[in-house]
């Protein structure tokens, strides 16, 4: 019953250093989601999938990157990591009007 | 845009006590309504949903309904636990799958004995 399941669980970076965030859902799920939670503002969509080599823009884009190459992993990029991408991630996999959330990598950038 | 607004907490109540948390949204057409919970240290959870105007989800106590005429989506409980302490979030998606949702900020719900 592993559902979705993100790694690492906590990260420090340096402003500028590059990284992956990872998740991988076993419920063969074709949509999967990236958002990020920051305090006072809720959980917003940073980006999604409705499928293997399918991806779109969310809410709050700029700065990641998205790939899905198969219909199990959905990582997010962080490029060139800056302070202002220091929150915790949620990935989430949907199916049947309900999302199912892993339990999130807190990363801070300093 | 769509939009969620809730009510600011920290709510602090005393087992037992009633809680309504409440939820309005702004979204064209007819969004799909949820209740998301989050406990300490972990991801969220699905806590109940409703699909169209005058559904009432509801699970483990918890009940929302679903009003399109004040466009709101409050949630109540009859009487609390310490066990409910979370953070509980409500949530629109107007695709139908869930795969893109507007969040609200959060209310913090904190039960004391």
């Known amino acids: 019953n592993a559902g979705v399941t993100q790694t690492p669980k906590f990260q420090v970076l340096k402003t500028g250093q590059s990284m992956t965030l990872q998740c991988a859902q076993d419920?063969?799920?074709?949509?999967m989601s990236w958002y990020r939670q920051d305090p006072g503002m809720g959980l917003r969509l940073i980006h999604y999938?409705?499928?293997?080599?399918?991806?779109d823009q969310g809410e709050v884009p700029n700065g990641y990157n998205v790939s899905r190459s198969t219909t199990e992993d959905f990582p997010l990029r962080l490029l060139s990591a800056a302070p202002s991408q220091t929150s915790v991630y949620f990935c989430?996999?949907?199916?049947?009007?309900?999302?199912?959330f892993g339990q999130g990598t807190r990363l801070t950038v300093v | 845009g769509n939009s969620v607004t809730q009510m600011e907490g920290p709510v602090t109540l005393s087992e037992e006590a009633f809680l309504t948390i409440n939820c309005t949204y702004t979204?064209?057409?007819?969004?799909?309504l949820f209740w998301y919970v989050q406990y300490p240290g972990e991801g969220l959870q699905l806590l109940l949903k409703?699909?169209?105007?005058?559904d009432k989800g509801s699970n483990k106590g918890f009940e929302a309904t679903y009003r399109k005429e004040t466009t709101s989506f409050h949630l109540e409980k009859g009487s609390v636990q310490v066990s409910d302490s979370a953070v509980y979030f409500c949530?629109?998606?107007?695709?139908?799958?869930?795969?893109?949702?507007?969040f609200g900020t959060g209310t913090r719900l904190q039960v004391t004995l």
């Open positions: 979204a064209t057409g007819y969004p799909s």
């Open positions: 999938s409705v499928g293997a080599g399918i991806t």
């Open positions: 409703a699909t169209k105007a005058d």
């Open positions: 989430a996999s949907t199916a049947r009007g309900e999302a199912f």
């Open positions: 419920m063969n799920h074709e949509y």
């Open positions: 949530a629109l998606s107007r695709t139908g799958t869930a795969s893109k949702l507007t």
